[in-house]
């Protein structure tokens, strides 16, 4: 009896159908997350390609399920691809971390040695002297690529680790001082987004 009914068991609409939406929803889900991502960031060349390639992938998953109404498996698949590509896609763009971000600084502490460590490491800093709720500070802004936050969040740590700071995103910027991309990963990066001309 059991050999009868796995003899019988339709093993493509239970298990392989819905493997195949599940991970084409990842794929169709990530790209759709990437593609919002680089909208924001203003890398718009590549949105075009993205959105082709989601579409494309979304309308066969679409008339799969379609054809299979009556799988209760296609739906599941459905809707754990959703949230596992919405997850993946976030990840994805996590590692390329790519656009500006703003650091400021606040501290009523001595922070010489803090900046002539964010200078060292070429990252461009503007000095403000300000009051705050306790008597006076210091303002310490630095714009600096994404990729390197975490490496000035270290500075940060060790030269005045009780100072108060915030990190918020760029979309855009004009001029200004940032550390240097090692020339053998300029070309692929460029070819990846070319450069936005000004009008």
Not at 94 to 115: C, F, W
Not at 156 to 173: G, H, L, V
Request: charged share 20%; aromatic share 12%.
């Amino acid at each position: 009896m059991l050999l009868s009914f796995f003899g019988n068991f339709d093993y493509y609409s239970w298990i392989l159908l819905p493997l195949i939406i599940f991970f084409s929803r990842v794929c169709d889900v990530s790209l759709g997350t990437l593609r919002h991502v680089f909208i924001s960031k203003g890398y718009r060349q590549i949105v075009p390609v993205l959105g082709f390639f989601e579409v494309l992938i979304w309308i066969v998953v679409v008339a799969q399920v379609m054809k299979n109404l009556n799988n209760i498996a296609c739906y599941l698949a459905w809707a754990g691809g959703f949230a596992t590509g919405t997850y993946v896609g976030l990840r994805i763009e996590e590692r390329l971390a790519l656009g500006l971000q703003v650091i400021r600084i606040i501290t009523n502490q001595n922070s010489d040695k803090l900046i002539k460590a964010l200078k060292e490491k070429n990252h461009g800093v503007t000095i403000l002297d300000a009051q705050g709720g306790v008597g006076p500070v210091k303002m310490i802004f630095t714009i600096i690529k994404r990729k390197n936050v975490r490496s000035v969040e270290k500075l940060i740590a060790e030269n005045n680790p009780t100072a108060f700071y915030s990190i918020e995103d760029i979309k855009k910027s004009n001029q200004g001082v940032f550390t240097p991309v090692p020339p053998q990963n300029m070309a692929s990066i460029r070819s990846m987004f070319p450069v936005r001309k000004s009008k």
